[in-house]
């Protein structure tokens, strides 16, 4: 493991933000960290980048106690980088933003240029070496931030809202920039997102929070599934035996039986309960768990698996259901996306 929390407390004021009884971090896979506002993803990862302390548990960073005093940390920080939702960059070239760090380090001129080319390389950002950095857009200063991190040579790479603040293209790029991190360097990733499809796509593990404390992974809607067809011989997905999707062509990339399916909360519609359903792919199940997230209902329904959808409030008291009531739940193919 490269992380092992037990019993972490963090408080502030008399609110307390995080309340994490255990949990683990394997080495070299990619995990994401997903939860509404202020549901404590910003302070695990100041904590877990060892910026911040806890008010309370422990942490081990790979199988060794932290201790929060200046002198131990110095040398673990040498591991461990975290680029900002919105990196800061000096008014000066991209070749000597990611310069100044190795010069701190006192890493010779020679090694200095590779390390900064094949930095700039891993990001696609190779031509903007001599470019002024207060001049770039917010995904290309995104990843310059990154290649400074990278050059740093870290076993540990945290992000916090990597995408949200660049463009569409960016997005992607900057996806498959993490993907490769992991893959060539064999670097530790742990980045906070709110998009569930883009942590589907790019994380082998997500973690989830709500008000500060663990939720299982079961309600992010990622499931085992196996490709069959319909009578009509459009393409179906089966999970766990007991719930029958129809999905798009489209998502039937590969002629392979088994896949992980990934079934988007928002575009979940419920509906109420009907005993003969009248759109594709509708179900019925029980309430289990209702919260507000983000100015959205969220709400749980045990269909023979746990399925997670949002909604908005509007529509959630025109139905005006309760937990342990039975509901309908409508899902478009395109909510479901083979992954």
């Known amino acids: 493991m490269i992380y092992t929390v037990s019993n972490l407390i963090k408080i502030y004021g008399l609110r307390t933000v995080l309340d994490i009884p255990y949990l683990e971090i394997e080495k070299e896979q990619i995990y994401a960290l997903l939860g509404a506002n202020g549901a404590g993803k910003t302070t695990l990862l100041n904590i877990l980048g060892l910026l911040e302390a806890p008010t309370a548990g422990q942490i081990q960073y790979r199988a ?13 920080r040498k591991e461990i980088v975290l680029v900002s ?3 800061l960059l000096f008014t000066t070239t991209v070749f000597k933003n990611i310069e100044f760090g190795l010069k701190i380090r006192k890493i010779d001129k020679k ?22 950095a ?13 290649a400074r991190a990278l050059a740093l040579s870290p076993r540990v790479f945290l992000c916090d809202e990597p995408t949200s603040s660049v463009d569409v293209e960016n997005q992607n790029i900057i996806i498959t920039i993490l993907r490769r991190i992991n893959e060539i360097k ?5 980045f906070t997102t709110h998009d569930r499809s883009q942590a589907a796509r790019l994380a082998d593990h997500t973690i989830v929070l709500n008000q500060g404390r663990l939720v299982p ?8 599934g196996n490709l069959h067809n319909d009578q009509a011989g459009h393409p179906q997905c089966v999970i766990q035996d007991k719930m029958h999707l129809s999905i798009r062509e489209d998502q039937v990339v590969e002629k392979r039986e088994a896949f992980t399916v990934f079934i988007d909360p928002e575009k979940i519609e419920p509906l109420k309960f009907s005993e003969n359903p009248s759109t594709i792919n509708e179900l019925q199940g029980r309430v289990v768990q209702m919260t507000e997230e983000n100015g959205k209902i969220r709400i749980v329904v045990d269909a023979g698996i746990w399925v997670a959808l949002l909604t908005n409030k509007q529509h959630y ?9 039975t509901i309908s739940l409508s899902i478009p193919p395109a909510a479901i996306h083979v992954l």
């Open 217 to 224: 992974t079961m309600y992010e809607n990622i499931f085992r």
């Open 186 to 190: 064999k670097i530790s990733v742990l």
């Open 64 to 76: 060794r106690p932290v201790h929060f005093a200046e002198s131990d940390l110095q040398p673990l």
């Open 134 to 146: 207060q001049h770039l857009s917010g995904g290309e200063t995104q990843r310059v931030a990154i």
């Open 317 to 325: 008291q025109k139905i005006g259901f309760m937990v342990g009531e």
């Open 85 to 87: 939702q919105h990196p």
């Open 111 to 132: 090694d200095r240029l590779r390390i900064i080319d094949e930095s700039l390389d891993l990001v696609g950002m190779r031509e903007f070496s001599s470019a002024p």
